[in-house]
């Protein structure tokens, strides 16, 4: 069975930073394009950012230069570091894997077949 199981979440202040970490099991790790998506109360789930496997990033406008997503093949674990939060950045954050997935369509929630339970993210003021 594949599981994605993101952890770090939790309630900070603007201006702060927080590391989440999603730990793959279930799958050849090296062989998915990972993404971090979020959802907030009332809202659809949007895409946050992308890692490839060759490395290469994809982020939405709104967390680009304030969030980093990497990834580490030999522990099976994507992370998304996020800095400089803002109260707009209170949803619950998921995981999600797609195998291979090189096309341009990285940002799309359908293209995802795996998925997390997600890990909440709060930022007060």
Same mark, same amino acid.
């Given at each position: 069975?594949?599981? %994605?199981?993101?952890?770090?979440?939790? %309630?900070?202040? !603007?201006?702060?930073?927080?590391? =989440? $970490?999603? *730990?793959?099991?279930?799958?050849? @790790?090296?062989?998915? +394009?990972? !993404?971090? @998506?979020?959802?907030?109360?009332?809202?659809?789930?949007? @895409?946050? !950012?992308?890692?490839? =496997?060759?490395?290469?990033?994809?982020?939405?406008?709104?967390?680009?230069?304030? @969030? +980093?997503?990497?990834?580490?093949?030999?522990?099976?674990?994507?992370?998304?570091?996020?800095?400089? =939060?803002? =109260?707009?950045?209170? *949803?619950?954050?998921?995981?999600?894997?797609? !195998?291979?997935?090189?096309?341009?369509?990285?940002?799309?929630?359908?293209?995802?077949?795996?998925?997390? #339970?997600? +890990? #909440?993210?709060?930022? $007060?003021?």
């Amino acid at each position: 069975q594949v599981q %994605l199981v993101e952890s770090g979440g939790g %309630l900070v202040q !603007a201006g702060d930073s927080l590391r =989440l $970490s999603c *730990a793959a099991s279930g799958l050849t @790790f090296s062989t998915y +394009t990972m !993404a971090w @998506f979020r959802q907030a109360p009332g809202t659809e789930r949007e @895409f946050v !950012a992308a890692i490839r =496997l060759s490395g290469s990033t994809s982020y939405a406008d709104s967390v680009k230069g304030r @969030f +980093t997503v990497s990834r580490d093949n030999a522990k099976n674990t994507v992370y998304l570091q996020m800095n400089s =939060l803002k =109260l707009e950045d209170t *949803a619950v954050y998921y995981c999600a894997a797609v !195998a291979y997935g090189m096309g341009p369509y990285v940002r799309e929630e359908s293209r995802y077949n795996y998925w997390g #339970q997600g +890990t #909440q993210v709060t930022v $007060s003021s």
